[in-house]
């Protein structure tokens, strides 16, 4: 082999090593990409990840998420952190928590997890709640934990959802517990799921034993069809409504008003009927007095009214008068016999005058009946003086052919008072 051969050759070997060397780099770089994933995988979780050395306390490994929410604490630090660096973020009050979680995770099982809550201070400066899991990773010769991998996450809003649910938990239970008002919600089906004091009280029977069974099994035959037919009409509308139910009690029925209204699940599909009922006994036994009272003022109003229209006047010892003004239908000219007689009867009176000087018009049986009025005063033993006729009554009494035979007519009530005292007189 020539020189100009040899060279040749080794230029070839020496680019193949040259491009071994390249592949080599770039297959070493891949692994070192490889080697720093797990890292980037952990800094990428919104979770705060950390390994801790139990024995000596402190921080062999803490991802991105820690090192941002602790600041300068972690962000700074370029080696290992004394486990006690981050006491500042932790809430005074967790700080016996925490140590006991990491006493549990040192004395746990392999691969057995304990949890802890606690607050610590967010990027604001303000306090928030976290959920922690940890396990131990390795053991001393003594068989406790050197090590242990903890993940946190923020459950601040968790935990505020909690509180507003254990705050209207609270709220409901005092509603249930002191509200005087039945309070009481059924499903479809009418099994009780939520009772109140007042339920319990009226059943005789605890929450407990409450819970699940059919109200309308509990109830009298006609209050259960009543309570029933109200519940589905609900259920059937979608809408709130208000009834009013009669429930026995040992002294005796009273009166509810139930305000009743659906109620519906997450997806809006109504699943039971909640019924707020108020005793309103006393309301309508009140009422029921106010309508009394009221009827028999009205009673009195009527008998008063009358009185004023049919007024039977005492002139002297045995003579009365009875004036009467305005129209005088066939009800009213029964009022004036019917208080004619009574008058008379009562009075023991001798004479009566009846003055029709006011009355605008009659018609012929409004016209019989007044002299029917003063022939049945005559059978009482009293003589009728009829005053004030006026020509059109006249021409009315004629045409309906009234017999006043027996009855003194006069022109005014003047004058027929005069004949009344001059007979009172002569007898």
């Known amino acids: 082999m020539s020189e100009q051969q040899k060279t ?12 071994e060397v390249q592949r080599l780099r770039a297959r070493n770089a891949e692994l070192e990409a490889d080697r720093g994933f797990p ?17 000596e306390r402190r921080y062999v490994y803490w991802n991105r998420e820690l090192a941002e929410l602790a600041g300068g604490n972690i962000g700074a630090a370029a080696g290992p952190l004394r486990g006690d660096g981050l006491s500042s973020m932790f809430h005074p009050d967790d700080i016996g928590r925490i140590e006991g ?24 400066g303000g306090f928030r709640w976290f959920l922690e899991r940890g396990v131990a990773l390795g053991r001393d010769p003594e068989g406790s934990g050197r090590r242990m991998l903890g993940s946190a ?10 509180q507003m649910l254990e705050r209207s938990e609270s709220l409901l239970h005092a509603f249930l517990e002191y509200t005087p008002s039945m309070m009481v919600a059924v499903d479809v089906e009418g099994r009780l799921l939520l009772v109140n004091r007042e339920i319990e009280s009226y059943y005789g ?14 109830l009298p035959p006609a209050a259960s069809a009543s309570i029933r037919k109200a519940n589905d009409e609900i259920a059937a509308a979608g809408q709130p409504g208000a009834s009013e139910h009669v429930l026995v009690y040992p002294d005796g029925p009273r009166n509810y008003l139930s305000t009743k209204f659906p109620i519906r699940d997450a997806e809006g599909k109504l699943y039971a009927v909640g019924t707020v009922s108020v005793d309103i006994s ?22 008063t009214i009358q009185e004023l229209i049919t007024p039977l006047l005492p002139l ?28 008379i009867a009562a009075r023991k009176a001798r004479i009566a005058i009846l003055d029709i000087t006011g009355v605008k018009g009659v018609d012929a049986h409004v016209a019989q009946s007044l002299v029917g009025a003063a022939r049945a005063a005559g059978l009482l033993g009293t003589r009728v003086v009829l005053t004030g006729i006026k020509p059109q009554i006249a021409q009315t009494l004629t045409m309906a052919g009234a017999d006043l035979s027996g009855i003194v007519t006069k022109g005014t009530l003047e004058s027929g008072i005069a004949y009344a005292l001059r007979a009172r007189r002569r007898s």
Do not use: C, F, N, W
């Open 39 to 55: 890292g980037r995988l952990v800094d990428a979780l919104p979770s705060l990840v950390y390994v801790l050395d139990l024995e």
């Open 316 to 343: 002297a010892r045995g003579v009365v008068a009875m004036p009467i003004v305005g129209t005088v239908d066939p009800a009213r000219a029964e009022q004036i016999l019917t208080t004619l007689l009574e008058g």
């Open 282 to 303: 006393r309301t309508k036994q009140a009422e029921a007095e106010r309508a009394e009272m009221q009827r028999r003022l009205i009673e009195m109003q009527q008998a």
């Open 101 to 124: 979680y990491r006493a549990r995770v040192a004395a746990s099982e392999s691969g057995e997890q304990a949890t802890v809550e606690y607050r610590a201070r967010g990027r604001d």
């Open 8 to 19: 040749v050759a080794l230029e070839a070997e020496l680019d193949a090593l040259r491009r």
């Open 153 to 162: 996450h923020d459950i601040t809003a968790h935990k505020h959802t909690e």
């Open 205 to 218: 029977m605890s929450r407990e034993e409450l819970l699940g069974k059919v109200v309308y099994d509990l």
